[in-house]
Nanobody
Framework: VQLVESGGGLVQAGGSLSLSCSASGSGFTISNMAWYRQLPGKQRELASLITKEGLPMVPNSVKGRFTISRDNDMNTVYLQMNSLKPEDTGVYYC?????????WGPGTQVTVSS
């Protein structure tokens, strides 16, 4: 299974970006899906998570600004990011529990200019 992210880029502070991540292949089971991010000089951290049933878990740092969703038929997870801040700049990684093991995408750069 391969996870491929898309949608990163450069945006001004206060703007929005939408990320998506799709799992390619067939014959597998996906449970939780999530977005992590690695900000410059910091450890990778959870940005948002969504269970297979669609229950979101959003850290306080992005609550009210980030919305996670998924399409189970398409094996795709989305992250809508609004009111972006320069401190949101970093590499965003998609991850999913596939057949009870974690898989990771290569990451996509998000840059928010002030």
């Amino acid at each position: 299974v391969q996870l491929v992210e898309s949608g990163g880029g450069l945006v001004q502070a206060g703007g929005s970006l939408s990320l998506s991540c799709s799992a390619s292949g067939s014959g597998f089971t996906i449970s939780n899906m999530a977005w992590y991010r690695q900000l410059p000089g910091k450890q990778r951290e959870l940005a948002s998570l969504i269970t297979k049933e669609g229950l979101p878990m959003v850290p306080n740092s992005v609550k009210g600004r980030f919305t996670i969703s998924r399409d189970n038929d398409m094996n795709t997870v989305y992250l809508q990011m609004n009111s972006l801040k320069p401190e949101d700049t970093g590499v965003y990684y998609c991850t999913a529990i596939v057949d009870w093991s974690p898989s990771w995408g290569p990451g996509t750069q998000v840059t928010v200019s002030s």
